[in-house]
C-alpha cells in the first residue's frame, strides 16, 4: 500500500520495528513488519513514523531526513553498533555509555579538538568542554556543563573526561593545581561512590566541581561542592549492593601492619558491609585502594591526615559491630553491650580517642538536663531500649562518616586554591533518576533534584530558546513540552510542600510517619502528582497502606516512596549525649570534625528534646543556591544514556533507551531544531573574529554588512542561517562548516576575498542603479511640481486680475449697453415727419460722446468714481432726449388719429358691407367649430381615462414595491440576527473547543504520564526478574484515548457530519479493510452500502495524509519541506480554504421561473467539473514560472477524476480505484469549489481536456447513477 512506504512500528522491546504499511484504519495504521512478516502490528497515528532504512548515520540527529523518536532511535542504535556512542541533538550531547573501553580518549583525541568548533569532527564530550571554553572566552561569562542521566548511564566518567580535557588543555604545563583537580576524582569516588544493582560505580552525592580560570583565561584554581551523601548506605545495603567503595578497597588492599593496627579483618567480620557482593569482577579493590592512596598524596595529605582518614572509616566499621541486648538486672527496661561486641566497643572507643565506659554509657542512654523543680539542671540518664540503642549507633555512625566526607571535600578544596577568578567552568554530576523496590528519604530527594534540573533543562533549551526567537522575530513555530512545576511545588511548596510538612512533623512532641503521609494525603488529595501506594503499577506497593507511603508522578514516572524512617533520616542532629561524648574526645581530629560539639562541651545544654536541623530544608536551600548558579552561567548538557538494564557491552535495548529520551525531552528539543538555530553569535563577535583573514578594504565594513558579505562569499544556502535583531544564528553543524571555510588555506581565503570583492562591488552597482532610478523619479516629481504651481499662479494671476479691472468692464459694457439704446432710438427718430435729422444729430452726439468714454476707459486708468459720474450724465442725457422723443410722438398720434377717423368712417361704410358677407360666412365657422370642440372634449375624455389608469397602475407597481422594500427589510434583518447568532455561536464553539483542547492537552499529559509509569514499573519489574509477578496490569492509553490523542486536526464541520454519519448510520464498516471498501466501491450495486463506503475510504484517506503532512521530509538545511514534488495534491489555495470553519451561505430567495443549471434531475447524483490553476512548489521561486492547470471531476462529494496540467512537463491523470493515494481526499464541501466564483465548467470542457490527456473514458457504477 501506498508503493511499499517504510514505516517505523512501535515495538515492545525494541522501542520501534521497521515495517511496511498494510492497511489504513479509521484510527490506525496496520504495519506488516520486515523482521517478522505476516504478523501485523496496529498502532494509533501517533505511534507510526515514516522511515528511510540505508545504514546511514549522522552526526547530528537535526540532519536526519526525518525528525522523529523513531529515526533518533534508529541513529542512535547504528552509531552504537559502529561503537560511536556520542550523538548530537543541536548542541546538546547524547552518550550511550558502552559499558567498555574505547581509544578515544587519547592525548592525540584531546589535541585533535582543541579550538575546534562544534560539528567540525565527530561528536565527543571532549567537543563539549571545548565549546564551554570557548564561549566563556568569547561571552566573558561563567559556563555550566549539565551531565544528567540515570543511575549507571555514564555520568561520573563523563565528566572525568571534561576535567580531564579542560586541565590537559587549557592548564599550565604540568601544573600541580591541574593534576591535583584530576586526581581528587578517586579520592571523592571512593569516599562517595557506591556499587548499587544498576551500576559499579554510582555517585551516591552529587558535586559541582568548579575549574577557575583569570583575566587571561588561565587555569588558576578549583572547587568542589557536594550535595546530599546517602547516609542510609552506611548502616545498610540492599542486596547484590554494596557500602562505600573505601571500606572494601582498605579491606582488601591496605598494607597488613595498617590493619593490624585499625583491628581490620574480613568483610564476612563487619556487619555494615554486605558480604555476599564482594566478589564483582569489574570491581577491583587492591588496585583501586593503590590509586586512592596516589590520589590522596596528589592531593597534598600527609601521612598522618591519610592515618586520621582510615582511622575514623575503621572505628565506623567497629562501631557496626557494637551490639545490644536487654537488660535483665534493672527494672528500668534498658539495654547493654553484648559479650560478643565489647571488643568492638573498645576498638571503637580506641580509634575515637573516646573512653569505652563514656561510650558504652552514651549508646545505652540518652541524657535530659532538668529546666523546672527544685534542682535545676540535674543531668538524669534515661535508659534505651536495644533497638534505640541500634538507632543511636547508627546515628552515631552516619554522623561521623559525613562530618569525615565534608572534611574530605573541604581538604580536596584547600588543595588547589585560587586567589582571583575571573570565570569558571562548572561541571555537575548529580545522581541520576532513581527507582528502587524500596524507595526511601534519599531517593525522594534525589528525584526532587532531577525533577529541578528538568525543569532547568526544559527552561534553558526550550522555553528561553523560544523566547530568544520570538524577541530576534525569527519566526520559529512554537513547541510545546511538559511542564514540571506542579511535580516541584508539590515537593517544595512554602508550608504546603512535602518538605515543610515533613519538618513540622519532625517538630511534634510525638511524630509519626502515618501521622506524616496523612497529612500529606490530606493537604494534596487532588493533586495530579501524588496518589496512594494501592494505586500503583506493582503489585509490590499495593499491599502498603495508605499511611504507610506515597507515590509521586515525576517526569521520569511514578515512583512509590516507602515512609519508614523518613522522620529519622530527615534530622541530621545527634542526642546531646552522643554530641557531647565525640566533643570530649581526645583525638584532635575528631574534634575537627565536630568543632560545634567541642564548643558546647561542657556547658548546660538543653537536652530535653532533640533539635531539628532538617535535612530535607538544608538540601533544598543547597539546591536553590545550585540553581541560582546554573542559571546566571551558560549552559551545555550532556544527557547520558543506559543501553541496557545489564550493564553489558554491544546490547542496545531499544525500549530502554526510547523511554530515557522521552522523560528527558529530548522528542521535544528534536521538535524545536526542526526549526531552530541552535547556534548563534553577535554581529560584532563574528566581525573581531574573522576580520584578520580579510584585507583591511574589506574589514573597514559595518558587522551586519560585513557577516552578510562573507555569508554570500562562502556560498551558504539561506535556509541554513538568519539574521536576528542582534546576532546571527544557524542552523546545527552550519556554523562550524563555516568557520572551517573561513580558516582554511590562503589560497581559499584569497577566492574568497575576490569573491567578496565581486559580491560587494555587485551590491554598489545596485546601489548606484536604484539610487538613479530614485533620481529620476524625483525629476519627474520636481517637474510635475513646478508645472502644478504654474497652475496656480495662473489662477490666482487671473483672479488678481479681474479684481483690479472690475469697474473698468462694468463702466465698458454700461456704455455698449447705452450705444445699443441709441440705435433703437435712430429707429424710432426715423418715423418722425418734422425734425427728423435734427434728432438724428443729437443721437449721434451721443453715441459719439460713449464711444469716446470707452476708449479714454481703454486707454487710461480712470477713477471709478469719474466713470461712474460719466455714465450718469450719459445716461441722464439719453432719458431727456427719449422724452422728448415721447412727446414729438405723441403730437404727430394725435394728427393722425384726426385723420384715421374720417378715413374710419368710410371704411366702417365698406366693412358694414362685408361683415353681412363675413356673418353669413361665421355662422359657417361656428358649425364647424362646436363639431370640433365636441371631437376635442371626446378626445380629453379620452386621455383623462387612460392617465387615471396609467395612475392606478404606477400606484399597484408602487405598493408592490413598498411591500418587496419591507421584505427585504425583514430578510436583512433576519440575516442580520442570523448572522449575529453565527457569530455567538462561533465564539461559543471557540470558547467550547479552547476548553476541549485544554482538556485534551491535561488528558494528553495525564495519558503520557500514565505510559512513562507503566514503562518505569516494567523495567523496575525487569531488573527484579520478575515481571509476571510484579506488574499487576499492563496499564496503556485505551483505544478511545489514543483516538482522542491524535493531533491530526479536523475541520469542525467534517467532525459534526461524520457524528451525524456514526449515529444514523446503518453499516457498521470501520472495522473493514481499505482494499475491501475500495473493492465495495467499485462492485457495489446497493446505494446506502455505497455511500457509507465512501465516507469511510475518503475519512481514512484524509488521515492517512494528515499523518504523512505532519511527518514531512527536512531538507538538509534542517527545515521541514513545505510539499516534495509528488506529494502535493490540491492546490494550496482549496487546502487553506478547507483548514478554515465553514461559512453558512447567506439564504437565496426562490425563484419560480429559474432553470436548472446542473445537468442531472433530482434523483441523480450530482457530476461536477471544476478547474483552478495550479502553481507546483518546486516552481514558485523560478523567474520564469507558469501557472498550470488542476481540474477535478466530483461524482457526488468526492473526486472520481484528477487532471493537472504544467508547462512543458507531461500531463498526470488520476483516477479513483487506481490512484486513490494520490487523488484529492476533500470532499466538494471542504473544497469550497462550488463556492468558488469561476472555478466550475461544464463537462465537456473537462471531458476534452480529459482525452487530450490520454485519459480513459470514466465509467460510473451501478450505485453511483441514482440516489434515493
Known sequence: MDGGKKVWAPHPEEGYQLGIIADVGSDTLSVDPLNAPGQIVVA????????????????????????????????????????????????????????????????????????????????????????????????????????????????????????????????????????????????????????????????????????HFDEKYAMVGGNVSHYLLERSRICSQSAQERNYHVFYRMLAGAPADMKRG?????????????????????????????????????????????????????????????????????????????????LSLQGTANL????????????????????????VG??????????????????????????????????????????????????????????????????????????????????????????????????????????????????????????????????????????????????????????????????????????????????????????????????????????????????????????????????????????????????????????????????????????NLRMESSQFVGGHILSQLQSAGMVSVLELMQGGFPSRAQFSELY??????????????????????????????????????????????????????????????????????????????????????????????????????????????????????????????????????????????????????????RLVDLKNSAADQINKIRASNIPETEMNATYSGLSKAMEDFLVELKSRHEQQRVEEEEAAKIKKIREEQEKERIRREEEAAKLRKIQEEMAAERKRKEEEERRRRQEEEERRIRAEMEEQRRRQEEEQIKLREEE??????????????KKLQEEVEK?????????????????????????????????????????????????LKRSQAYLVKRQETTTLKKYDITKWKFADLRDTINTSCEVELLEACRDEFHRRLKVYHAWKGKNKKTTTSGSAEDHSEGEQRVPQEITELAAQPPAVPPPVPPRSSAPNPLPFTAKEVPQRYFRVPFLRPSDRDRLDRQKGWWYAHFDGQWVVRQLELHPNKPPITLVAGRDDMELCELSLEETGLARKKGAEILGHEFEEAWSKAGGKPYVRTAGSKRKN
Open 44 to 211: 494509533t497515528y501517533d505511534n507510526v513514523y515514516p522511515a528511510i532504512e540505508d545504514g546511514k548515520d549522522v552526526d547530528d540527529n537535526c540532519s536526519l531526513l526525518y525528525l522523529n523518536e523513531a529515526t533518533l532511535l534508529h541513529n542512535l542504535r547504528v552509531r552504537y553498533q559502529r561503537n560511536q556512542i556520542y550523538t548530537y541533538v543541536a548542541n546538546i550531547l547524547l552518550a550511550v555509555n558502552p559499558y567498555q573501553e574505547l581509544p578515544i580518549y587519547s592525548s592525540d583525541v584531546i589535541r585533535k579538538y582543541n579550538g575546534k568548533s562544534l560539528g567540525v569532527l565527530t561528536p565527543h564530550v571532549f567537543a563539549i568542554a571545548d565549546k564551554a571554553y570557548r564561549e566563556m572566552r568569547s561571552l566573558k561569562q561563567s559556563q555550566s556543563i549539565i551531565v544528567s542521566g540515570e543511575s549507571g548511564a555514564g555520568k561520573t566518567e563523563s565528566t572525568k573526561y571534561i576535567l580531564r580535557y579542560l586541565t590537559e588543555s587549557y592548564g599550565t604545563s604540568a601544573g600541580l593545581i591541574e593534576q591535583r583537580i584530576v586526581e581528587a576524582n578517586p579520592l571523592l569516588e571512593s569516599f562517595g561512590n557506591a556499587k548499587t544493582m544498576r551500576n559499579n560505580n554510582s555517585s551516591r552525592f552529587g558535586k559541582f566541581v568548579e575549574i
Open 262 to 342: 585499625l583491628g581490620l579483618d574480613a568483610v564476612a567480620s563487619f556487619q555494615y558491609l554486605n558480604p555476599a557482593s564482594v566478589k564483582d569482577p569489574a570491581l577491583h579493590d587492591v588496585e583501586e585502594f593503590k590509586h586512592l592512596d596516589q590520589s590522596m598524596n596528589c592531593v597534598g595529605l600527609s601521612p598522618q591526615e591519610k592515618a586520621d582518614l582510615f582511622r575514623v572509616v575503621a572505628a565506623v566499621l567497629h562501631l557496626g559491630n557494637v551490639t545490644f541486648e536487654e537488660e535483665t538486672s534493672n527494672k528500668k527496661g534498658g539495654s547493654v553491650i553484648a559479650g560478643k561486641s565489647k
Open 352 to 375: 575515637l580517642g573516646l573512653e569505652p565506659e563514656e561510650l558504652q554509657r552514651s549508646l545505652t542512654s540518652r541524657v535530659i538536663t532538668t529546666t523546672k523543680g527544685g534542682a
Open 378 to 643: 540535674t543531668i538524669i540518664y534515661v535508659p534505651l531500649k536495644p533497638d534505640q540503642a541500634c538507632n543511636a549507633r547508627d546515628a552515631l555512625a552516619k554522623a561521623l562518616y559525613v562530618r569525615l566526607f565534608d572534611h574530605i571535600v573541604s581538604r580536596v578544596n584547600r588543595c588547589f586554591p585560587f586567589k582571583n577568578s575571573s570565570d569558571y567552568i562548572g561541571v555537575l554530576d548529580i545522581a541520576g533518576f532513581e527507582y528502587f523496590q524500596m524507595n526511601s528519604f534519599e531517593q525522594f530527594c534525589i528525584n526532587y533534584c532531577n525533577e529541578k534540573l528538568q525543569q532547568f533543562f526544559n527552561s534553558r533549551i526550550l522555553k528561553e530558546e523560544q523566547d530568544l526567537y520570538s524577541k530576534e522575530r525569527l519566526g520559529v513555530t512554537e513547541v510545546r513540552y511538559v511542564d514540571n512545576q506542579d511535580c516541584i511545588d508539590l515537593i517544595e511548596a512554602h508550608q504546603s510542600g512535602i518538605i515543610d510538612i515533613l519538618d513540622e512533623e519532625c517538630k511534634l512532641p510525638k511524630a509519626t510517619v502515618e501521622h506524616f503521609v496523612e497529612t500529606v494525603h490530606l493537604t494534596h488529595g487532588n493533586h495530579f502528582r501524588l496518589s496512594l501506594p494501592r494505586k500503583s503499577k506493582l503489585v509490590y506497593y499495593r499491599s502498603l497502606r495508605d499511611n504507610e507511603g506515597f507515590v509521586i508522578r515525576h517526569f521520569a514516572g511514578a515512583v512509590c516512596y516507602q515512609t519508614n524512617g523518613f522522620l529519622d533520616k530527615n534530622n541530621d542532629a545527634l542526642h546531646a549525649s552522643l554530641e557531647q561524648l565525640v566533643g570530649a574526645s581526645s583525638d584532635p581530629f575528631i574534634k575537627t570534625l565536630f568543632p560545634e560539639a567541642a564548643a558546647v562541651t561542657g556547658s548546660n545544654v538543653n537536652t530535653k528534646k532533640l533539635a531539628l536541623v532538617s535535612v530535607g530544608s538544608k538540601f533544598r536551600s543547597q539546591l536553590s543556591e545550585l540553581m541560582n548558579k546554573l542559571a546566571n552561567t551558560g549552559s551545555s548538557f550532556i544527557r547520558c544514556l543506559k543501553p
Open 688 to 841: 573581531h573574529t574573522y576580520k584578520t583573514y580579510l584585507p583591511a578594504k574589506l574589514a573597514r565594513l559595518d558587522s551586519r554588512t560585513f557577516c552578510e558579505a562573507l555569508f554570500r562569499a562562502v556560498g551558504m544556502n539561506a535556509n541554513d542561517f538568519r539574521f536576528g535583531i542582534s546576532k546571527v544564528f544557524f542552523r546545527p553543524g552550519k556554523f562550524a562548516e563555516f568557520d572551517q571555510i573561513m580558516k582554511s588555506d590562503p589560497e581559499s581565503v584569497a577566492v574568497l576575498v575576490q569573491t567578496v570583492y565581486h559580491w560587494i562591488v555587485r551590491k554598489q552597482w545596485k546601489k548606484s542603479i536604484f539610487g538613479a532610478i530614485c533620481v529620476q523619479k524625483l525629476a519627474r516629481k520636481i517637474r510635475y511640481r513646478a508645472n502644478s504651481a504654474i497652475k496656480i499662479q495662473k489662477q490666482v494671476r487671473m483672479h488678481l486680475a479681474l479684481c483690479k479691472h472690475r469697474p473698468r468692464y462694468q463702466s465698458i459694457r454700461a456704455l455698449r449697453a447705452l450705444q445699443d439704446r441709441v440705435q433703437t432710438l435712430t429707429a424710432l427718430v426715423s418715423t418722425l415727419k418734422k425734425d427728423k435729422d435734427q434728432l438724428q444729430k
Open 976 to 989: 442580520r440576527r442570523r448572522r449575529e447568532q453565527e457569530e455567538a455561536d462561533q465564539v461559543l464553539a
Open 999 to 1047: 482538556a485534551m492537552a491535561q488528558r494528553r499529559a495525564a495519558e503520557e504520564q500514565e505510559r512513562r509509569d507503566f514503562e518505569l514499573a516494567m523495567r523496575l519489574a525487569t531488573t527484579e526478574k520478575q515481571p509476571q509477578m510484579v506488574i499487576a496490569e499492563s496499564v496503556k492509553p485505551s483505544t478511545q484515548s489514543l483516538i482522542a490523542e491524535q493531533s
